[in-house]
Every structure is written in structure tokens, then in C-alpha cells.
């Protein structure tokens, strides 16, 4: 799965990301954790129908072999953005065979703005998997992060191997990828439903003939080993991190993997390591619900809804959505679009599960919706869309989806095997989500036609010994769930929670004093929120 977040307050992100089903089509496995259940080799012994066993900790002392990553020195240059400086880290490709060759990892940093002591470095994760972190520091956190805490912070990010700078999985040009984001998510037939499955099939081909050396080796686990190696060389004991969406899994993990290195970690918009692919699907898909739930009873209270007036029900606004949907199924419409792309149900229900991660995309998608059901105009729900797949106005894609399919797939199990299995689940999807069900069982299948077998099961994540860690969840965000926050509270033995009781996808940055203000006292002071503090 796919998931992101975009903050509040200007200057904008390009979004955290968690797994979520995704775009439908461009999404993995659900929603956003994955890594193995067992050892962090990667190596799975789980058994069928047993309880998640628990992360183990690597050795606190560095192996022979990785010293020489670990003692790498950094040499920083410009990168094109005033205010930053950029360098190449190098990782082992392999970290079960060192002698295998490197990867290299693009990072990027704005030193410390302020005259106070200097508190070392702050890495920052915007999710995905796939998001650019680099992107993320560059155009909001080195940027729009409270001016106290880059005062104090030597800004930092690295994107993850696999992803935008950093050996890049690639699967689908342009055009082909056009076509993929196009397919008929919800079959009526068995041709459609084959079709379907070979658009899985050929995605998961062109990543295995495009990407053949890095494909198996994006995993989260070895994402957040990278991310100690990065910490050594930036000279720091101990690492400090804030990650959104599935970068709280990538920061999760770090600290099961490295207690004992854990200084101050906010994990907002947590994931749950714990829970499987199916049933992450179905979490998900429930959470999209909750947030068109909200949007309806929004949009009918404001002048432009298109889906009904006031005294409309939810479900009726659903209803009137779902019969948009069915007619852009049968007769796509217009877009204006350079490359003759027509708006059909695929493209038009991305475009409006991109507006379900922040409200403030709300009234966006109500133009949107205006456009497409009263003018026969697509051009609004395709800006939506291609903004969640990020496209440009030249058809070029970022790798943001190969790369979360690629991490998706190696971190768990595939949902679903067959399309059959999917038709049997259908009915708790479609009960789940009466307005996105079915697209969001049919993303599940995507897994099931990957080139390389997975290394990662559901497991716990304890990371005893470690600092007090801040996890915040956000009661109605769609991509990933409040009570994975919850769920993941529990596991980490030192995590204190923070609730946001509202809408959107993630909290912090997003406009709430107390959440900010909150988090920043732990930044700056370390200083935890206290048990059950909650936030409007």
C-alpha cells in the first residue's frame, strides 16, 4: 500500500507516505510495514497461525567487516538548492555478504540556523515507501519545520536505497505507465479480471528486467541499517528522527534493530509491524471509509458539493460517487490532457482517494468532482491523480510507485496469490468500504506476481532499552489507522502516545499548537508528552 501526508501550512510537502493500497493499481502490499519477523538478516521463521515473534536486536558492536562504512567519511558539496549541501554515502548492497558490492545513497543536509548549543542531527523520512526524503527536506522540513528546531538541528535526509537518488528501482516508462494507471481496477468479467492480473504481471516484469541487482535488497530492515551507517558518519551517538506515515515502520524498525542508539524518534502516523497484509488491506480500506465519511458530511454543508445538498446522508453521497464511478467505467471523459489520456473510474477514484489524506484537499476535489459531473470536464480529478503517482505535465514519472511496490513486496507475504482468493475476500472489502472496496481488494493481487520472494513477516517490534519514543496517531487519518498507533505503543517498551483527535493523514506540521508544540518540547528538550496526552 501507499500512503502520504501533506501539511497544513505553507510551505507544502511532497508527503509522507505509508503503505497504503495505494493508487489502486500502483500500490504493493497494504498498507505500510513491512520487514521480516525474525532475524534482521531478513530471514523468516514464522510460523502459520502464530503469534508475531518480536524484532531482534542486532550486536551493539560493529562487525569487522562494516567498519569501513561506518568510519566512511562525507564530503559535502552544493546541490542546486541555496542553503544545502549534498554528499554520497556508501552502504553494503549485501549486508549478509559485505564482499557483494555497495549501493550508493544519495543524503542531503541545512546545517544549523541558530546560535543555541547545537543538538547534532535530525534525519527526517516523508513514508511511501518510495517518497523522496531528500525532496521532503529540500521543499518543506529544512524549510518549514519550526524555525527553534532548525536552529538547533542539522537538518538531514537520505533517500532510501531503491528510491529517487539512491539507485533508483525502475519498472514502466512513461507511456506503459500511463496504461497501467489506466487499467480497470474493478473488473465486471473474467476479461477484465485478466486483464487486471497482467497488468500486475507486467508491472512486476519490468522491475525484474529494470532493476535486477537492487530488487532484492530495499527492504526496510536494510533501510534502516543504512540509517545507522549514516548516523556514524554524521559523527553522531545517537540518532534523532522524526518519520511520517510508513517512515514511522523505517523508524520502528531502526529501534528495534538498535535500542541502545535511540536518541529522541517521533514516529507520526504510526504503522503497526505487526499485522499482515490482508488484514492491513482491510485496515486501510476501512480507514479511506472514515475519511470520505467525513468529507460527505463536509461536502453537503458547502454551496459547490456535487454529490448532494444539505440533509444528504453519507451513504447517499456514496452512492451518488459510486454511480460516477460506474458511468466513467462505461464512458470515460475529457481531459485536455496532451497525451490524449481520458479520465476513467481508475484515474477519477485516485484522484479522489489523493484528496481523502488531508482535508484541506477537500474543496480541490469538490471542483474537481463539479468539473467532471456537471461539464464533462476530467481535467481536476486527473491533476488529483497524477499528483498521487506523481507525474508531470511531460508524462514522466518519479519511481515513487516502483519503489513502493518494490519495498512493499519484499517486506510481507503477498495478501492475495490468486484472483480467486480476492473474490472470496471481496465481501469484507466491499463491507468495509461500500465506496472504495472493491478497488482496494483487487490493489491486494499486486504482490502476488513479484520476481522476488519476500524476506519479511508480521512481527513485533520491542526495542527494549531504548529512550522514551514518541508515537502519534491521528484518530480519523485513511492511510493509516489510529489504532496501529496504538497497537504499535504497546509493542515499543519505551513509547509514549500522542493522539490527534481530527482528520488527515498524519499530525504533526499540520496546524494543531498542541500536537506542534508538543513534539517540539521533546525535540528540543526531550522532554515526552505525558501518558495519554491528546490533542485537537
Not at 446522508?313 to 467505467?329: H, I, N
Not at 481530527?502 to 508538543?518: E, L
Request: net charge positive; with cysteine.
Amino acid at each position: 500500500m501507499y500512503l502520504r501526508r501533506t501539511p497544513r501550512r505553507a510551505p507544502r510537502s511532497p508527503a509522507p507516505r505509508p503503505r497504503t493500497t495505494g493508487t489502486l493499481l500502483a500500490a504493493a502490499t497494504a498498507a505500510v510495514l513491512l520487514v521480516p519477523a525474525c532475524s534482521p538478516s531478513g530471514s523468516s521463521n514464522a510460523v502459520e497461525g502464530a503469534a508475531p515473534v518480536a524484532l531482534a536486536a542486532l550486536p551493539k558492536a560493529t562487525p569487522a567487516a562494516l567498519a569501513p562504512y561506518y568510519d566512511q567519511k562525507l564530503t559535502w558539496r552544493g546541490c542546486g538548492v541555496s542553503g544545502f549541501e549534498c554528499t554520497t554515502m556508501k552502504a553494503p548492497l549485501d549486508y549478509a555478504d559485505p564482499s557483494a558490492g555497495d549501493v550508493k545513497l544519495a543524503v542531503a543536509r541545512k546545517k544549523a540556523t541558530g546560535d543555541g548549543k547545537p543538538l547534532g542531527s535530525l534525519m527526517v523520512n516523508p513514508g511511501g515507501p518510495g517518497g523522496s526524503a531528500i525532496g521532503y527536506l529540500q521543499q518543506y522540513a529544512g524549510i518549514g519545520y519550526p524555525a527553534k528546531v532548525r536552529a538547533r538541528y542539522d537538518m538531514v535526509a537520505m533517500d532510501p536505497r531503491g528510491v529517487a537518488r539512491s539507485e533508483p528501482v525502475e519498472c514502466l516508462g512513461g507511456r506503459a505507465m500511463d496504461r497501467f494507471t489506466q487499467t480497470d481496477t474493478t473488473p465486471d468479467d473474467q476479461r477484465e479480471t485478466g486483464q487486471l492480473a497482467d497488468a500486475y504481471k507486467k508491472f512486476a516484469e519490468g522491475c525484474g528486467k529494470r532493476s535486477t541487482r537492487v530488487l532484492r535488497h530495499v527492504s526496510t530492515v536494510e533501510a534502516a541499517r543504512d540509517m545507522d551507517v549514516l548516523r556514524a558518519a554524521l559523527g553522531d551517538r545517537k540518532l534523532t528522527y522524526v518519520g511520517a506515515s510508513y517512515g514511522t515502520f523505517l523508524g520502528a524498525t531502526y529501534a528495534g534493530l538498535f535500542p541502545d542508539r535511540v536518541g529522541r524518534l517521533v514516529l507520526d502516523g504510526a504503522m503497526d509491524p505487526s499485522v499482515p497484509s490482508r488484514t492491513q488491506n482491510l485496515d486501510q480500506t476501512a480507514g479511506f471509509e472514515t475519511a470520505f465519511q467525513s468529507f460527505a458530511k463536509d461536502c453537503v454543508q458547502q454551496s459547490d458539493c456535487p454529490l448532494g445538498g444539505k440533509g444528504t446522508s453519507p451513504e447517499q453521497v456514496g452512492d451518488a460517487l459510486k454511480a460516477f464511478f460506474r458511468k466513467l467505467d462505461a464512458h470515460p471523459i475529457p481531459t485536455g490532457d496532451a497525451d490524449g489520456r481520458k479520465l476513467g473510474e481508475a484515474l477519477a477514484t485516485t484522484g479522489v482517494i489523493a484528496a481523502m489524506y488531508d482535508e484541506a484537499a477537500w474543496a480541490q476535489l469538490r471542483e474537481g468532482l463539479t468539473s467532471a459531473m456537471k461539464e464533462n470536464d476530467g481535467a481536476g480529478l486527473l491533476v488529483l491523480s497524477d499528483g498521487y503517482y506523481e507525474r508531470d505535465a511531460k508524462g514522466h514519472y518519479t519511481n515513487l510507485m516502483f519503489a513502493n511496490a518494490a519495498v512493499n513486496c519484499l517486506d510481507l507475504p503477498a495478501a492475495y496469490s490468486t484472483p480467486e482468493q480476492v473474490e472470496e475476500a471481496m465481501p469484507a472489502f466491499e463491507k468495509a468500504s461500500p465506496v472504495f472496496g472493491r478497488g482496494l481488494a483487487w490493489a491486494s493481487l499486486s504482490c502476488a506476481y513479484w520476481q522476488v520472494k519476500p524476506t519479511g513477516e508480521p512481527h513485533r517490534i520491542e526495542a527494549k532499552g531504548a529512550a522514551p519514543i514518541v508515537v502519534v496517531g491521528t484518530t480519523r487519518d485513511p492511510a493509516t489507522p489510529y489504532r496501529w498507533a496504538q497497537s504499535l505503543s504497546r509493542q515499543l517498551s519505551s513509547a509514549r502516545l500522542l493522539t490527534y483527535e481530527g482528520d488527515g493523514h498524519t499530525a504533526y506540521g499540520r496546524g494543531s499548537t498542541c500536537i506542534d508544540s508538543t513534539i517540539n518540547a521533546y525535540l528540543l528538550k526531550g522532554t515526552p508528552p505525558a501518558e495519554g496526552k491528546r490533542c485537537s
